[in-house]
């Protein structure tokens, strides 16, 4: 396995995470946007809202992954889930094990709160994630849809 440690952001992580945060809207072929990634950095350190981080640390003190997530109902099984919104690895980090990591992690948090899953979705092209997700997770039949509101 890595040498990363897994754990919440810092306040002095911000710039870090933002590069991370960068690549990751930039993979899915987005524009950084300044307002919107100050935002969501406001969101994970503001207790009262849903979304959180953990972020993996390289010794050196470098963040070269991330993973946001929240709990989410759902009312079907009467249960709380987790929904795993992004997972990011810097990619001159990967190969070793860290998006598994950032996964198990957040999939322990959850055992901790008593969710009764975690759930993610990824784009159909992103043959690399998939491939490790296929080891790691059961694939469902769900489709999304959307309406921009």
Sequence with gaps: MSDVTIA??????KEDWRRLYDGYVTFYKRQPNDEVADRVWAWIHDENHVLEALVAREPSGRLVGLAHFRTTPRP?????????DDLFVDPAARGRAIG??????VAEEGRRRGWSILRWRTADDNY??????????????????????
């Design 8 to 13: 919440p952001p810092l306040p002095s992580d």
């Design 76 to 84: 079907m099984s009467g249960t709380t889930a987790g929904f795993l």
């Design 100 to 105: 598994e990591r950032l996964i198990k992690a």
């Design 128 to 149: 690399r994630a998939r491939a490790r997700y296929d080891k790691l997770a059961t694939r469902t039949m769900w489709i999304t849809y959307q309406i921009d509101l």
